[in-house]
T-cell receptor
Framework: DGGITQSPKYLFRKEGQNVTLSCEQNLNHDAMYWYRQDPGQGLRLIYYSQIVNDFQKGDIAEGYSVSREKKESFPLTVTSAQKNPTAFYLC?????????????FGPGTRLTVT | GEDVEQSLFLSVREGDSSVINCTYT??????LYWYKQEPGAGLQLLTY?????DMKQDQRLTVLLNKKDKHLSLRIADTQTGDSAIYFC??????????FGKGTKLSVKP
């Protein structure tokens, strides 16, 4: 089955620790995205990548880092510099370009930092 | 850049129609989208409309687009309890990303 997976579903970390969220897709999509969702805030773009070995900052990139070494994978690292990391994180992928291309979303990872 | 606004809550009775409204600022987005999010899950594309269309119907869903007022709406006919979810409208950003509204939480009462 083609799709996009995120793991783990729930993640707990202590303040001051870096943590990496996994995102994998087997849809052969060039473009991948990371969004953060907070209650009442909608989705905000953290980073995106239109092609392997290239990525761009979104609206709230501070305290986050990404890599895109393989087409299938776009891991997100939440660093200790992120002031308020507790949130629901969503990864998405799509065909690159500006057509109607649908963004497919993973099931999300809920990160809690205490 | 694009800004998308939605009301946060809507409550309807089962069997009634639901209308979720959205306004946007950037009229250059070629497509406008409606996504649905069920509790604790990712988003799924419900429908989209091309910017040169006024209306699109897909089974129980009707999308209306008023370009002059930059207003988009989603009508769900015969709303069911399974339609309870958060609904997001979205426009396309300049880099291919989606710009979402804050989402409208639809509650359907039996």
């Amino acid at each position: 089955d083609g799709g996009i997976t995120q793991s783990p579903k729930y993640l707990f970390r202590k303040e001051g620790q870096n943590v990496t969220l996994s995102c994998e897709q087997n849809l052969n999509h060039d473009a991948m995205y990371w969004y953060r969702q907070d209650p009442g805030q909608g989705l905000r773009l953290i980073y995106y990548s239109q092609i392997v070995n290239d990525f761009q900052k979104g609206d709230i990139a501070e305290g986050y880092s990404v890599s895109r070494e393989k087409k299938e994978s776009f891991p997100l690292t939440v660093t200790s510099a992120q002031k308020n990391p507790t949130a629901f994180y969503l990864c998405a992928s799509s065909i690159a370009g500006t057509g109607v291309y649908e963004q497919y979303f993973g099931p999300g990872t809920r990160l809690t930092v205490t | 850049g694009e800004d998308v606004e939605q009301s946060l809550f809507l409550s309807v009775r089962e069997g009634d129609s639901s209308v979720i409204n959205c306004t946007y600022t950037d009229s250059s987005s070629t497509y406008l989208y409606w996504y649905k999010q069920e509790p604790g899950a990712g988003l799924q594309l419900l429908t989209y409309i091309f910017s040169n269309m006024d209306m699109k119907q897909d089974q129980r869903l009707t999308v209306l687009l008023n370009k002059k007022d930059k207003h988009l709406s989603l009508r769900i006919a015969d709303t069911q309890t399974g339609d309870s979810a958060i609904y997001f409208c979205a426009g396309r950003g300049s880099q291919g990303n989606l710009i979402f509204g804050k989402g409208t939480k639809l509650s359907v009462k039996p």
